[in-house]
């Protein structure tokens, strides 16, 4: 905050207010003698003579100072903010359950080390910085695809629906369905797409003058297997997220070769099972290829997030800060010092005039 005079130069114009003080004229009566005069004496209010022209000169020395233009001016910064829609596409089929990822180096399924780098993706961590401008959402597929929350900028409600993200634990609802879920997250992508047209008149309901504008639109697609569900096929999916203009990162997770799996015997007994790991890898790079984004391999907990931070490396959010000077013209505005507020100064200079006028016309009229 800072105060200062636009046009100082009008200062130059100050002397004019000594003008009513060279003008004053002195009224004089033609008296043989004085001396009664001067026995009459003179009453309190003559000693005020000189509050009219006092008035006077301060009206003309505040219209100066208003045309200098005294401003407090209040630095401040607005920042545009281009956001990203970026949908989760996430693998629960029952391969998820599989013990070849760590937490702390501990043993730890796929699914579990997936929500914890989510969340770090989305809130930030110590090497993430999260994605606050951000809208987010997330799609789950096993034998079918399923949304578990739309686009947002409530990531916490987002993220909650990620904790209890669960793995398909039935034959009637397990699967991969990759197609079905990359199908489902182009859906939900081409809505941000409507909303932020500026041609809204095909579609009303979606069009929202006060919905967060989104720079680009993408997806993290992440699996552990190959599709063998669902009614949509993946490249058929890839080519209608090409068609929008949205890119697919796709994650194919697992260790090769062989990777742990819990199985359960007939006594109810839990051990880990050596088990193949098989990832479509030539669906997935295709599918990325197809949409401008890319493919990646994990094969631990650290390749994970690695992923993840490339991701969030390579789609950063666009932000633009403008500096704006917002000026208080006390010529017009009121007057604010050690806090009492006085009025604006032409109005103090109107006043000023006004009395000058009155007293001038009434108890201090000159008569010649």
Same mark, same amino acid.
């Given at each position: 905050?800072?105060?200062?005079?636009?046009?100082?130069?009008? #200062?130059?114009?100050?002397?004019?207010? #000594?003008?009513?003080?060279?003008?004053?004229?002195?009224?004089?009566?033609?008296?043989? $003698?004085?001396? #009664?005069?001067?026995?009459?004496?003179?009453?309190?209010?003559?000693? &005020?003579?000189?509050?009219?022209?006092?008035?006077?000169?301060?009206?003309?020395?505040?219209?100066?100072?208003?045309?200098?233009?005294?401003?407090?001016?209040?630095?401040? *910064?607005?920042?545009?903010?281009?956001? /990203?829609?970026? !949908?989760?596409?996430?693998?629960?089929?029952?391969?998820?359950?599989?013990?070849?990822?760590?937490?702390?180096?501990?043993?730890?399924?796929?699914?579990?080390?997936?929500?914890?780098?989510?969340?770090?993706?989305?809130?930030?961590?110590?090497? #993430?910085?999260?994605?606050?401008?951000?809208?987010?959402?997330?799609?789950? &597929?096993?034998?079918?695809?399923?949304? /578990?929350?739309?686009?947002?900028? =409530?990531? @916490?409600?987002?993220?909650?629906?990620?904790?209890?993200?669960?793995?398909?634990?039935?034959?009637?609802? $397990?699967?991969?369905?990759?197609? =079905?879920?990359?199908?489902?997250?182009?859906?939900?992508?081409?809505?941000?797409?409507?909303?932020?047209?500026?041609?809204?008149?095909?579609?009303?309901?979606?069009?929202?003058?006060?919905?967060?504008?989104?720079?680009?639109?993408?997806?993290?697609?992440?699996?552990?297997?190959?599709?063998?569900?669902?009614?949509? =096929?993946?490249?058929?999916?890839?080519?209608?997220? !090409?068609?929008?203009?949205?890119?697919?990162?796709?994650?194919?997770?697992? *260790?090769?070769?062989?990777?742990?799996?819990?199985?359960?015997?007939?006594?109810?007994?839990?051990?880990?099972?050596?088990?193949?790991?098989?990832?479509?890898? $030539?669906?997935?790079?295709?599918?990325?290829? *197809?949409?401008?984004?890319?493919? &990646?391999?994990?094969? @631990?907990?650290?390749?994970?997030?690695?992923?993840?931070?490339?991701? $969030?490396?390579?789609?950063? *959010?666009?932000?633009?800060?403008?500096?704006?000077?917002?000026?208080?013209?006390?010529?017009?505005?009121?007057?604010?010092?050690?806090?009492?507020?006085?009025?604006?100064?032409?109005?103090?200079?109107?006043?000023?005039?006004?009395?000058?006028?009155?007293?001038?016309?009434?108890?201090?009229?000159?008569?010649?």
């Amino acid at each position: 905050m800072t105060y200062t005079l636009l046009q100082p130069w009008f #200062l130059l114009l100050l002397p004019l207010a #000594l003008l009513p003080w060279w003008r004053r004229q002195r009224a004089t009566v033609a008296h043989p $003698d004085a001396a #009664l005069l001067v026995a009459a004496g003179s009453s309190a209010l003559a000693r &005020f003579r000189w509050l009219p022209i006092a008035l006077r000169s301060g009206a003309i020395a505040l219209v100066v100072i208003s045309l200098a233009r005294p401003v407090k001016a209040d630095s401040q *910064t607005r920042v545009r903010v281009e956001g /990203i829609a970026i !949908q989760l596409v996430i693998d629960r089929s029952s391969s998820m359950l599989a013990m070849d990822f760590s937490i702390n180096n501990e043993p730890t399924d796929r699914l579990t080390v997936l929500k914890s780098v989510v969340n770090d993706f989305v809130a930030g961590d110590g090497t #993430l910085g999260g994605r606050p401008n951000d809208m987010v959402g997330a799609v789950t &597929f096993a034998k079918n695809a399923d949304g /578990i929350c739309p686009l947002t900028l =409530d990531h @916490d409600h987002l993220l909650a629906g990620v904790r209890e993200l669960a793995v398909a634990r039935t034959a009637q609802e $397990d699967g991969t369905a990759i197609g =079905d879920g990359v199908a489902l997250a182009v859906e939900r992508l081409k809505d941000v797409a409507a909303r932020n047209s500026p041609d809204s008149s095909s579609s009303p309901a979606l069009a929202d003058d006060n919905a967060p504008k989104v720079k680009s639109r993408i997806m993290v697609l992440l699996t552990d297997g190959e599709n063998n569900s669902g009614d949509i =096929d993946p490249l058929a999916a890839a080519e209608l997220a !090409q068609a929008y203009g949205i890119k697919i990162y796709s994650i194919g997770v697992g *260790t090769r070769g062989k990777a742990p799996y819990p199985v359960t015997d007939v006594f109810g007994r839990t051990f880990l099972e050596k088990v193949d790991v098989s990832i479509d890898e $030539d669906l997935l790079k295709k599918m990325s290829e *197809t949409t401008g984004g890319r493919y &990646f391999r994990a094969t @631990d907990t650290q390749s994970l997030r690695s992923i993840y931070a490339e991701i $969030d490396r390579l789609e950063r *959010t666009e932000t633009e800060a403008r500096r704006y000077l917002q000026y208080a013209d006390f010529a017009v505005e009121p007057l604010r010092i050690a806090g009492v507020t006085l009025p604006p100064l032409l109005a103090l200079a109107l006043l000023m005039a006004f009395f000058d006028l009155l007293l001038a016309s009434t108890r201090f009229r000159t008569l010649t």
